[in-house]
């Protein structure tokens, strides 16, 4: 027998969770047709892994890799990604997608994207989910895409900008487009339901689409109503979701961000000395009451047998864009309509009023509340500008909203607001303590949780830096979680970025490394992988993974990235 391709005397951590072992790994075409001692059977080519560790390619289970792999330059975008292992990303999460794209609604659906670092070019060259599909496969792709339905675009296509519940005739139309995005093949439905429009949905809506998406087999994947303090209840709210619909659950980007009121300035101080003591004294970590309670519900729930899967980012940060700073009413309509409500003074005091005041609350239907008001959750301190639209202001890139602001001789909330005004809506912003030992652990101390996978939930915006995630993310768990923290083996790192990631979307020949699977592989030196990014320097590629195989095609080699023939798939149904 002749391979076109040998992966020679390497450790192999399979994706399951079972122990290393050594063998060659011999691909045929797409597939792995042989895992074991394959002497000198002749090979196309021939990878040397003798000393390094061989593992199915790495599940990026939360992207939103779809709004990007449309801009003309998506291969050299994601070169980073191939970079980092990654072979496959689950993408259209939180709720957003670019199908279905209407005659209707179709401005409006691009307007609320563009705050996610999308084009205001960019031409409607589909409508349906399966149109959708189509264009993704006549596009070259570095690697594989699993799509999901989701909530966003089929509620703007039925409802456009409208602010309340559906009436039974919507809900109806609804559910037609979420039947018609599963039988073009989605793996799951998608809500992210602090964002526009998702903010006005009732929990009855959702369970009737999940319902929908649970008839195909699909998983129902959520970025909950709050990540404050009203997680506990967000995630219930996820889990009654799940239940009533029959749709298994994926929780995504698992965090909850303490309210802090007040206290969030003396606090950042404190962490400071905190630190400071951390290094001479290992303290636990504060504990954080919401997530906990949250995980206790999911575990109340596993235990009954729901189907539940969760997900985080490795990083004591999140990204986000400028419009979730601001409440749900002032994001009536899209962007323009909240660029607008920012320019009149008198809709802007309330904006500031609401910014200022509004505390969690649930559920958050009614006009003024607001799950999810992250500058009094966590003080101005803890905003860094991410990325601009405009060269001018591009040296904001990666400095503190509160520097610029004192610069710019303003308050932190005027300068936002002018600032979001300026860039017409496209800002991106990063959220959280600087990754320190101490802070770290305030998460550290849930992810051993059996449940959860790792995903990267990159923004790559047109311009500006992506986040550290984006370089990072999965050489972050194999050097950082395992070597650093001691907190998972290899094995189970491995497996939690593969065959768990796999199994929570049917993904059933990849994830694992065994005949017949499709050879999806990593080649890296487990003592040297490490993430080189830092916060002020996000685009450091990784040390330590030498080789990535997509679909059987070498695309990064000896640690450079091989530019070519594009193996990717969409992994439809
Ligand atoms: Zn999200
Ligand atoms: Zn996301």
């Known amino acids: 027998m002749a391979f076109d391709l040998i992966v020679k005397g390497g450790e192999i951590v399979d994706g399951t969770g079972k122990k290393a072992f050594r063998a060659d790994v011999g691909v045929e075409r797409d597939r792995i047709s042989a895992v074991g001692q394959l002497g000198d059977t002749e090979a196309g080519k021939t990878i040397n892994a003798s000393g390094k560790t061989v593992c199915p390619g790495f599940i990026n289970i939360h992207t939103h890799d779809d709004l990007y792999v449309i801009r003309p330059d998506y291969q050299e975008v994601f070169e980073p990604y191939l970079r980092q292992g990654i072979t496959t990303a689950v993408v259209s999460n939180c709720g957003w997608s670019l199908a279905p794209w209407t005659e209707g609604h179709g401005d409006l659906l691009l307007s609320t994207l563009t705050t996610m670092g999308i084009s205001k070019e960019l031409k409607k060259e589909w409508e349906t989910q399966a149109d959708f599909h189509d264009y993704l496969r006549a596009r070259p792709l570095p690697f594989n895409l699993v799509p999901l339905a989701a909530h966003g675009p089929i509620r703007i296509a039925v409802m456009g900008e409208e602010n309340r519940f559906s009436t039974p005739q919507e809900l109806e139309e609804m559910k037609d487009l979420v039947r018609e995005g599963m039988e073009a093949g989605c793996r799951g439905f998608s809500t992210g339901l602090t964002y526009f429009p998702g903010v006005y949905a009732h929990t009855d809506e959702i369970v009737e689409l999940a319902r929908v998406a649970s008839e195909y087999g699909g998983r129902y994947v959520t970025h909950v109503r709050g990540h404050s303090d009203t997680y506990d209840q967000a995630v219930e709210e996820a889990i009654?979701?799940?239940?009533?619909?029959?749709?298994?659950?994926?929780?995504?980007?698992?965090?909850?961000?303490?309210?802090?009121?007040?206290?969030?300035?003396?606090?950042?101080?404190?962490?400071?000395?905190?630190?400071?003591?951390?290094?001479?004294?290992?303290?636990?970590?504060?504990?954080?009451?919401?997530?906990?309670?949250?995980?206790?519900?999911?575990?109340?729930?596993?235990?009954?047998?729901?189907?539940?899967?969760?997900?985080?980012?490795?990083?004591?940060?999140?990204?986000?864009?400028?419009?979730?700073?601001?409440?749900?009413?002032?994001?009536?309509?899209?962007?323009?309509?909240?660029?607008?409500?920012?320019?009149?003074?008198?809709?802007?005091?309330?904006?500031?009023?609401?910014?200022?005041?509004?505390?969690?609350?649930?559920?958050?239907?009614?006009?003024?509340?607001?799950?999810?008001?992250?500058?009094?959750?966590?003080?101005?301190?803890?905003?860094?500008?991410?990325?601009?639209?405009?060269?001018?202001?591009?040296?904001?890139?990666?400095?503190?909203?509160?520097?610029?602001?004192?610069?710019?001789?303003?308050?932190?909330?005027?300068?936002?607001?002018?600032?979001?005004?300026?860039?017409?809506?496209?800002?991106?912003?990063?959220?959280?303590?600087?990754?320190?030992?101490?802070?770290?652990?305030?998460?550290?101390?849930?992810?051993?949780?059996?449940?959860?996978?790792?995903?990267?939930?990159?923004?790559?915006?047109?311009?500006?830096?992506?986040?550290?995630?984006?370089?990072?993310?999965?050489?972050?768990?194999?050097?950082?979680?395992?070597?650093?923290?001691?907190?998972?083996?290899?094995?189970?790192?491995?497996?939690?970025?593969?065959?768990?990631?796999?199994?929570?979307?049917?993904?059933?020949?990849?994830?694992?490394?065994?005949?017949?699977?499709?050879?999806?592989?990593?080649?890296?030196?487990?003592?040297?992988?490490a993430d080189n990014t830092r916060m002020e320097e996000p685009r450091v590629y990784p040390s330590g993974i030498e080789h990535v195989v997509v679909n059987g095609k070498v695309m990064v080699e000896d640690s450079r990235y091989v530019a070519g023939d594009m193996p990717g798939q969409l992994l439809i149904r």
């Open 240 to 529: 009654e979701i799940s239940d009533r619909s029959g749709c298994p659950l994926q929780l995504s980007h698992v965090f909850a961000v303490p309210y802090l009121g007040w206290k969030a300035t003396p606090l950042y101080y404190a962490v400071g000395m905190i630190e400071a003591v951390n290094r001479v004294i290992p303290l636990p970590g504060i504990p954080n009451a919401v997530l906990t309670k949250a995980i206790k519900e999911v575990d109340q729930a596993l235990d009954k047998g729901m189907d539940i899967g969760m997900d985080y980012i490795p990083y004591v940060l999140g990204n986000s864009t400028v419009t979730q700073l601001y409440p749900p009413w002032a994001n009536l309509g899209g962007t323009e309509k909240l660029l607008e409500r920012l320019q009149y003074p008198q809709t802007r005091a309330r904006i500031r009023h609401d910014v200022e005041n509004l505390e969690p609350k649930w559920p958050h239907w009614d006009e003024d509340s607001w799950s999810d008001n992250y500058i009094k959750a966590i003080g101005w301190k803890m905003l860094k500008i991410l990325s601009v639209e405009s060269e001018e202001n591009r040296y904001m890139e990666g400095k503190r909203v509160e520097d610029l602001a004192k610069e710019a001789g303003k308050d932190n909330f005027n300068f936002l607001a002018d600032l979001a005004i300026e860039e017409k809506g496209s800002v991106t912003f990063l959220f959280g303590m600087p990754p320190r030992p101490w802070t770290e652990k305030v998460f550290t101390r849930i992810q051993d949780h059996p449940q959860f996978s790792i995903g990267a939930d990159t923004l790559w915006p047109e311009i500006g830096d992506p986040p550290p995630s984006g370089y990072g993310c999965f050489p972050r768990i194999m050097g950082h979680y395992v070597r650093e923290l001691g907190m998972y083996t290899l094995e189970e790192a491995v497996w939690r970025c593969t065959g768990l990631s796999a199994s929570r979307f049917g993904l059933d020949d990849r994830g694992v490394i065994a005949e017949g699977a499709i050879a999806d592989l990593v080649v890296f030196d487990a003592e040297e992988v």
